[in-house]
């Protein structure tokens, strides 16, 4: 009797430390696995305010997309890049408005956001010339953001007009600093809409 139940005790202690094993195995292929996949991107402006550079590293070569979107959502271009572990790309948005742009990566087993400040204007050098940064920009249907980048002192008085040019809401925003502001006009009627934006002196239009 002695002798089985040794044996049964033998047998659960093998069990056991089978288990912790395998557990122990699956956790290393788990943190294998996320430092092979995990990748690092960077976005830098290029000497030139139009040019900016996408720096792409991974520990595993494969296929990368590369997606630049304007404030509105929009695709603008599609660039992609096969078998590379690492790469630099130089993108010129010369040609492009001043605003703030999206850029997508997309791999394997994940997609990076990184967005690029484009024009005179940027957060940082609103900042430094202490100029605040005013824009309106079509979200979806019917739901627009007010952005205010910088050096933004206060108050912003918002108009928004429908298109009978009649005021249809007022905001007045005592908040400084930078922020953005969600405008829901999705259960109106349908049509055209214009935002005035008053900040420091200066009143900006913007009609969608």
């Known amino acids: 009797m002695k002798i089985v139940k040794r044996a049964l005790i033998l047998c659960f202690a093998l069990i056991s430390l089978n288990v912790v094993a395998n557990d122990k195995e699956k956790e290393r292929e788990k943190n294998s696995t996320a430092s092979e996949t995990e990748s690092k991107v960077i976005i830098e402006p290029v000497n030139s305010q139009s040019v900016y550079r996408l720096l792409y590293q991974s520990k595993k070569a494969g296929s990368v997309k ?97 298109e009978s040019d009649k005021i249809i809401f007022e905001d007045n925003i005592q908040e400084t600093g930078s922020y953005r502001k969600q405008y829901d006009l999705s259960k109106l009627m349908i049509g055209r809409y214009s935002f005035d934006v008053q900040s420091a002196g200066k009143t900006q239009s913007f009609t969608f």
Do not use: W
């Open 66 to 162: 590369v997606s630049i979107y304007n404030e509105s959502g929009v695709l603008l271009m599609e660039d992609y890049i096969a078998n590379e572990s690492r790469f630099v790309r130089p993108y010129n948005c010369s040609e492009m408005p001043f605003g703030t742009y999206t850029l997508r990566i997309t791999e394997a087993q994940e997609t990076i956001t990184k967005q690029i400040y484009h024009g005179a204007q940027t957060l940082v050098e609103a900042q430094k010339s202490g100029v605040a940064k005013v824009s309106v920009v079509a979200k979806e249907a019917q739901k627009f953001e007010l952005s205010v980048l910088g050096n933004n002192n206060g108050p912003v008085q918002l108009t928004i007009y429908n």
